[in-house]
């Protein structure tokens, strides 16, 4: 990926609290941070930008949320990114002003990789996946009431 890429990735669902950073591979992300960058140059850009205009779901976030994420990124001679790195700060529900930090390196841009198709019986075809709702409804349980006697 790099500066000026266009190109659309598959949207693949986030794993809640999975992925606790800012997505570079979520389309429109890079866009958005250089749109508020407040210094670009050939090797590197760095801004703030609130999770609520970042793509995705920044930081593990929920819709809404607006908190202000600091960022840096790093980019090879080619323009590809090879690092980025976020600040942030949320308030919990007791109140109490909680920081996270990311750093993620890119590596290996451009390097031969082997990629093994998985054995047939863990493979599953895309219409036999649940709905997203689905994943974590559970069956209802039936609760006996007392009898008037006890």
Do not use: H
């Not at 508020?36 to 999770?51: C, E, L, M, N, Q």
């Not at 994420?69 to 790093?74: D, T």
């Not at 390196?105 to 075809?125: K, Y």
Request: net charge negative; glycine share 10%; proline share 9%.
């Amino acid at each position: 990926m790099q500066v000026g890429d266009t190109e659309e990735l598959a949207d693949f669902p986030s794993v809640p609290g999975g992925d606790s950073t800012v997505d570079l591979f979520e389309s429109g992300t890079l866009r958005a941070l250089l749109a508020t960058a407040s210094s670009i140059g050939p090797r590197a850009a760095k801004g703030t930008i609130y999770t609520s205009k970042i793509p995705g779901r920044p930081f593990g976030g929920r819709p809404g949320r607006g908190e202000k994420v600091a960022w840096a990124l790093w980019f090879d001679a080619k323009g590809r990114v090879t690092r980025l790195t976020t600040t942030t700060s949320q308030r919990t529900n007791d109140n109490y002003e909680l920081g996270l930090s990311s750093d993620l390196r890119f590596t290996g841009w451009g390097a031969q990789v082997t990629i093994e198709p998985p054995p047939e019986d863990l493979v599953i075809e895309a219409e036999d996946l649940p709905e997203p709702d689905d994943l974590f409804e559970e069956p209802p349980v039936a609760i006996e009431a007392p009898s008037k006697g006890d």
